[in-house]
């Protein structure tokens, strides 16, 4: 990536002359020099504040004389002043003037709307969202998008939890190519959906908390109790919030602070207001794994097909990317899916028979495009940690004893690395002592200084790598300058948000462990087994996370919300006992 990195090199120089030698260091045509410039900042002028006084009484003066002039002689008749706007304002001003007037009548004739939209059924309600959504995506023009928002809108008004689900497939969805452009900017499926539902949410919350008031019923929505964890979540939103103040690229930080942060965050605080059903909760969860069907699908076909879009690594060896950039994002996501999979095929009750065909079905298109994504941290790290853990519970939900099978699996895989490394297209894509295992740990030891140089609220959102490749990275790592994260859990939260980042995010993890484990011994059914994927989910992402991304991509955090918002509504519906199925 070409950029013109400015590094101040002397500040608050007395007046006069100064010599500045500038030796060459590193160079290798990474880091040119392009130029440098001097500036002098005069004293500041006495009479500034004074003048910034008159200026106020003036500005104060003039308001006062405005108020006494007859308007209503000089304003310009609006007809014509509407003719003068672009096509683009007109429409903008037409379609703001249409929601005023549809949230007027909303509250007037949603009763009825409301009572024709039930009458579908769910499997009704369902294909319509789904239609319009697929209508706003795929359409080419301006105003059939404009109105198949506004109908998705309404739909999801009546059912937030569709919403939910709706988004719930679209994680994977946030990658540029799938973006969609709106007014000269670019939206992915992913926020354009989570910001429809988060305002439906809102105006039924408020409509509800009106016709409450009026019947003296309870609201449709209501705000639930907070509890810790929903204190925790706002604590790590305001320390990525104060993170703005003190980093470098604003422009890049705002972008992740958007798509990482807020509309994940959004996410959560909308299945908390929404309190999904026991039937809901398992669609938003069916519809995640819908996501994940997609992303292995697609990239099935890449290497069914032989598509140019498969990537080449070491050897000639052809690795799946999907919808993503890098095979990695692939491994990543797909890790986070398999073990829920394994969870409800070898746990789930008798009330999933009828589904763990399909399940397996999907487990197995979702484990062979993870292992042709050759992914180390997925394939070494992150499912053999998740899946010892489910494998676990399986043999102690029969009786059985785990280790001696662990012993068996461990002997096994040592063998099978060894004879992988004998196939020279994944020699050199997995042995450990290779030149990528050599940069990992130059980019540690950079990352760790990274974060000592700002301790309490790091080098920003998304800039990382502008910061490494600028000043942080060493000597010997110079033939990978373009590295955006330090490839490990603890050291991505340090040097993005420092040390109270660390501590936020880490009480995040925490409390999603401690929800988990209160799940787990008090549900059972498939909602037991499915604690026990989401368990194994997590030690995926802590053990992957060791070496590649933790939650600092969109899905990534998005299904991390997930999680918590999950985890968190069945710790709230555990009165229940075992009546939960």
């Not at 880490?506 to 401690?514: E, H, K, N, R, T």
Request: proline share 5%.
């Amino acid at each position: 990536i070409d950029e013109i990195i400015i590094e101040p090199v002397a500040t608050n120089l007395t007046p006069g002359v100064h010599t500045a030698e500038i030796v060459a260091s590193r160079g290798w045509d990474q880091w040119a020099l392009n130029g440098f410039s001097v500036g002098y900042t005069p004293p500041q002028n006495r009479l500034s504040g004074p003048l910034q006084l008159v200026g106020g009484m003036l500005l104060v003066l003039s308001l006062v004389m405005m108020t006494q002039v007859e308007w209503h002689k000089i304003r310009p008749p609006f007809g014509s002043w509407f003719e003068q706007l672009s096509n683009q304002r007109q429409l903008l001003f037409t379609g703001a003037t249409a929601v005023i007037v549809a949230l007027s009548g909303w509250l007037t004739w949603g009763e009825q709307a409301s009572g024709i939209y039930r009458r579908l059924g769910e499997t009704g309600q369902l294909t319509l969202t789904a239609a319009v959504a697929s209508l706003f995506y795929v359409t080419p023009t301006l105003y059939i998008y404009v109105i198949a928002l506004v109908i998705l809108f309404g739909l999801i008004y009546f059912r937030p939890s569709w919403g939910l689900a709706l988004v719930a497939v679209c994680f994977p969805l946030y990658v540029p190519p799938l973006a969609k452009p709106i007014l000269n900017y670019r939206f992915s499926p992913t926020e354009v959906f989570m910001l429809v539902t988060f305002a439906a949410v809102l105006l039924r919350t408020y409509a509800g908390r009106l016709q409450g008031v009026k019947e003296r019923q309870e609201p449709l929505i209501s705000m639930p109790k907070l509890l810790r964890v929903d204190w925790l979540v706002l604590l790590f939103t305001a320390v990525a919030t104060a993170s703005l103040f003190v980093t470098d690229r604003l422009d890049v930080a705002t972008n992740e602070y958007r798509v990482v942060i807020i509309e994940p965050v959004l996410f959560y605080i909308t299945m908390r207001l929404v309190k999904p059903s026991k039937a809901e909760l398992w669609l938003i969860f069916e519809a995640f794994l819908l996501g994940g069907i997609l992303v292995a699908g697609y990239g099935f076909w890449q290497y069914a097909s032989g598509s140019d879009e498969l990537i080449t690594a070491e050897g000639g060896l052809l690795r799946i990317r999907s919808f993503y950039g890098s095979p990695n994002n692939v491994g990543l996501y797909l890790g986070r899916i398999l073990p829920l999979l394994t969870a409800l095929i070898l746990l789930g009750s008798s009330s999933l028979k009828k589904r763990k065909w399909s399940y397996s079905a999907i487990w197995l298109l979702t484990a062979v495009v993870t292992l042709l994504t050759f992914s180390r941290g997925a394939i070494l790290l992150g499912l053999p940690a998740a899946m010892l853990f489910v494998f676990w519970q399986w043999q102690k939900q029969n009786g059985r004893k785990t280790w001696p099978w662990v012993a068996v699996g461990g002997i096994t895989a040592v063998i099978g690395l060894i004879l992988l490394l004998q196939v020279p297209q994944l020699a050199g894509r997995f042995d450990l002592r290779g030149q990528t295992s050599f940069f990992r740990l130059a980019l540690w030891q950079a990352s760790w200084q990274m974060f000592l140089d700002h301790p309490w609220l790091g080098v920003g959102l998304d800039n990382f790598l502008y910061a490494y490749r600028g000043e942080y990275i060493l000597n010997a790592a110079w033939q990978e300058p373009d590295l955006n994260h330090p490839h490990n859990i603890f050291l991505d939260f340090a040097t993005r948000l420092g040390l109270l980042g660390l501590i936020s995010g880490g009480l995040l993890f925490i409390s999603l462990g401690q929800s988990l484990k209160a799940n787990l011994a008090k549900l059972d059914g498939k909602w037991w087994a499915l604690t026990v994927g989401m368990i194994g989910t997590l030690i995926d992402i802590l053990f992957h996370g060791l070496v590649d991304h933790s939650f600092f991509l969109v899905d990534l955090a998005f299904v991390f919300m997930w999680l918590l918002a999950t985890a968190v509504t069945l710790q709230e519906k555990r009165p229940l006992g075992n009546h939960v199925k």
